[in-house]
């Protein structure tokens, strides 16, 4: 298997009501993510793109086809991915394994999302097609549901009382609004305190409005190489060394391991084996924190916290800048913005500017940070891991 | 290869409240709601068996925000039962205020109603869905 190179990256802002179309967003991110690796669009082999309510956010279908010759990459191979959230996540995972297996030297990743075209309820509507439709949508389930459901099983399962673990997850927010608030591109840019969390509006018990992350639009860009062209034309080049996916069925039937996630731990399990690391050699980590409990849901099953123990971190700080392992300091899903489609290339993007050391001037950097981990969830059982290394 | 417990079949019998689930030939595990293969052994040896409808809560959220089309059913409860042959299933809580609900439902004993939801522009056709009612004393 070759190595695979992440060379230029670009990000949009991410915001509410994007003046710009799907299509628009990401030739945008794509051209500045070819132009910064030193290539043209006839550069560009293939594309993988990540999006998943466009069909219904633009009544745009295939929009792969439309977005590769929109930004002059013509008639090339161009695929759409669709795994809810972590659709940008799986997008770059294909990538990397087309170019490691040497199928392609040069590929765009792309993803892109207009959640906020859509509306609350009817994005409320849509996001809960990542739940099982036949069988759980029925009961009004939805993903603040999912993660309300999650947070009291949570609660239950390692006896924590509900008011501690609600200040628990009101830390999770905290931080990643003070962080957010440093990154120009994020969303929700401003900072909170724990008891603007729990005055918020009451969304599903116990998960209040600032446990949630928004609606967004935006998009985000990678373009992957092999080592042979990376170390042609990039100085800076990171390295993709371990990717995972893992899958699992609906809620309900994941009774055996719930409040954890399964699919998880076997995609990172899968992706640190691939590098050669364990948790211990993380430096800084953007994972999946589409409502605050998830965070501490996913960073045990990461391998970072002793499980049931996520919430004591956040609120010691160890998972802050200069922590003992520093999450989602771009600001995460919470502040950044969750335009689900381009979610995990956003997650990449950030991680690779911490390993070429370039959150400095932000106030963001993670100092000497060598390894970085993205953590993706999508629906509740579609998880993806990227293991990137300088 | 023949799908033994359908969708359409388990939403006839549940619009009855009768919960049907499948009962695997070779681990003895119950499979509810109903796939092609077992959810513990993934075994194909499968048949149809009726289950009580009989659990205790493991977990439930009342939420104040819906999808679109649903708005007329807030507040609603969700709650997840472990059934007495096993499986945990989604539903509905429906006897009890919403405001009444706090954290010391987990464990409570509940039987199974159940309810149709009429479906939408995106849901192809309606569904039954279980609902829950106490089935102890406090
Ligand atoms: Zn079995």
Not at chain 1, 113 to 135: H, I, N, V, W
Not at chain 1, 172 to 195: C, D, M
Not at chain 2, 37 to 44: K, R, V
Request: proline residues 4%; negative net charge; contains cysteine.
């Amino acid at each position: 298997m070759r190595k695979v190179a992440v060379l230029g990256m670009g990000h949009s802002q991410f915001c509410f009501n994007s003046p710009r179309t799907q299509v628009e967003l990401m030739s945008e991110v794509a051209l500045d993510a070819i132009t910064s690796s030193n290539l043209i669009a006839k550069d560009i082999e293939a594309a993988f793109i990540g999006n998943c309510l466009g069909t219904i956010a633009e009544g745009q279908a295939t929009i792969q086809q439309f977005a590769v010759n929109d930004m002059g990459c013509l008639n090339i191979p161009a695929l759409r991915y669709e795994g809810a959230c972590a659709s940008g996540t799986i997008a770059v995972r294909e990538a990397f394994m087309h170019v490691a297996a040497g199928h392609y030297d040069v590929v765009l990743v792309a993803g892109v999302e207009k959640a906020t075209a859509l509306g609350t309820p009817l994005a409320t509507r849509c996001f809960s097609m990542a739940g099982d439709s036949r069988y759980e949508y029925p009961s009004g389930y939805t993903f603040p549901a999912a993660f309300a459901l999650l947070a009291h099983l949570y609660a239950s399962h390692y006896n924590i009382p509900l008011p501690k673990l609600k200040e628990q997850m009101a830390a999770v927010s905290v931080q990643s609004h003070f962080y957010g608030n440093k990154n120009p591109l994020a969303q929700l840019r401003f900072e909170i305190t724990a008891e603007d969390v729990l005055n918020s509006f009451m969304v599903s018990t116990p998960i209040q409005l600032h446990d949630c992350c928004p609606f967004t639009d935006g998009a985000a860009a990678v373009v992957l190489a092999s080592e042979e062209v990376a170390k042609k034309i990039y100085s800076k080049p990171c390295w993709i060394t371990g990717v995972g996916l893992a899958t699992s069925g609906q809620l309900s039937s994941q009774y055996r391991y719930l409040p954890r996630l399964r699919a998880r731990e076997l995609s990172v399990e899968k992706a640190y084996k691939m590098a050669g690391i364990g948790p211990q050699d993380v430096d800084v980590c953007e994972l999946h924190d589409c409502f605050s409990i998830a965070s501490l849901i996913a960073s045990e099953s990461l391998g970072f916290f002793e499980f049931g123990t996520a919430g004591e971190a956040w609120l010691k700080g160890e998972t802050k800048v200069d922590g003992k392992i520093p999450i989602n300091i771009s600001g995460g899903l919470k502040s950044k913005g969750h335009p689900i489609g381009a979610t995990g290339v956003s997650q990449l993007y950030h991680i690779c500017k911490q390993l070429r050391n370039e959150m400095v001037d932000l106030g963001l950097q993670v100092e000497g940070a060598r390894t970085g981990l993205v953590d993706t969830l999508g629906g509740d059982g579609c998880l993806c891991h990227l293991v990137v290394q300088r | 290869m023949d799908y033994k417990l359908p969708f359409k079949e388990y939403n006839r019998a549940l619009r009855k409240s009768r919960l049907l689930g499948l009962r695997c030939n070779s681990c003895g595990a119950i499979t509810c709601p109903p796939k092609m293969s077992c959810q513990e052994c993934t075994g194909l040896d499968l048949e149809v068996t009726e289950l009580s409808g009989k659990g205790s809560i493991v977990t439930y959220t009342t939420s104040f925000g819906a999808p679109q089309g649903r708005e007329n059913e807030l507040p609603y409860t969700i709650v997840i039962v472990q059934l007495d042959e096993g499986p945990w299933i989604m539903g509905n809580l429906i006897d009890m205020e919403t405001d009444k609900i706090t954290f010391d439902i987990i464990g409570r004993r509940v039987k199974m109603g159940s309810r149709v939801y009429p479906g939408d522009v995106y849901s192809a056709g309606a569904s039954a869905r279980p609902v829950f009612s106490f089935d102890d004393q406090i």
